[in-house]
T-cell receptor, first 114, second 112 residues
Framework: DTEVTQTPKHLVMGMTNKKSLKCEQHMGHRAMYWYKQKAKKPPELMFVYSYEKLSINESVPSRFSPECPNSSLLNLHLHALQPEDSALYLC?????????????FGPGTRLTVT | AQTVTQSQPEMSVQEAETVTLSCTYDTSESDYYLFWYKQPPSRQMILVIRQEAYKQQNATENRFSVNFQKAAKSFSLKISDSQLGDAAMYFCAYRRDDKIIFGKGTRLHILP
């Protein structure tokens, strides 16, 4: 199984809502990543988890709250988002956080904040 | 700080022809990895090819090859015998440990 899955595929939420994005992989990877991608732009790294511990937070606003309950699962909790947070949110994983390893990307969750 | 630059926002190539996508980067590190990723429209991003900075030999994967010039900090991607399925956004990426930086991408169109 070389797949990273993400749910939901699409999400529309109001600025006062609380929602969560989910990412799962069963490749035994120990590094997992959240990216934000705006249209026609490259992915921007948000968070990195290595061995279930948060290792990088790229100064992301606190309305985004990541969680890694176990080595296969990564969540992104959303609260009080702004319309400019509308984007494609990509999850990725790699065997470890070392430089040599490629990242396996999920299909993304298309988020619209109204 | 590291930067990755892709100077060609869009390119077109005739089917079966060869095309080269350019990428330059800036870093003060000597040990790092470079990647080309492909993101087809509405589909997942996948790895095309990877290059270790300490290797002088250029990486090759079937129709895809790179021209890696470490001193010039250049990492171009050559696609031979272009196929319709190659149409996508191509991102050049620099990685050192967990620091991953993507270029702005090149949209590649394949003309039948």
């Amino acid at each position: 199984d070389t797949e990273v899955t993400q749910t939901p595929k699409h999400l529309v939420m109001g600025m006062t809502n609380k929602k969560s994005l989910k990412c799962e992989q069963h490749m035994g990877h120990r590094a997992m990543y959240w990216y934000k991608q705006k249209a026609k732009k490259p992915p921007e790294l948000m968070f990195v988890y290595s061995y279930e511990k948060l290792s990088i937070n790229e100064s992301v606003p606190s309305r985004f709250s990541p969680e890694c309950p176990n080595s296969s699962l990564l969540n992104l909790h959303l609260h009080a988002l702004q319309p400019e947070d509308s984007a494609l949110y990509l999850c990725a994983s790699s065997p470890t956080s070392g430089s040599a390893y490629e990242q396996y990307f999920g299909p993304g969750t298309r988020l619209t904040v109204t | 700080a590291q930067t990755v630059t892709q100077s060609q926002p869009e390119m077109s190539v005739q089917e079966a022809e060869t095309v080269t996508l350019s990428c330059t980067y800036d870093t003060s590190e000597s040990d790092y990895y470079l990647f080309w990723y492909k993101q087809p429209p509405s589909r997942q991003m996948i790895l095309v090819i990877r290059q270790e900075a300490y290797k002088q030999q250029n990486a090759t994967e079937n129709r895809f090859s790179v021209n890696f010039q470490k001193a010039a900090k250049s990492f171009s991607l050559k696609i031979s015998d272009s196929q319709l399925g190659d149409a996508a956004m191509y991102f050049c990426a620099y990685r050192r440990d967990d620091k991953i930086i993507f270029g702005k991408g090149t949209r590649l169109h394949i003309l039948p």
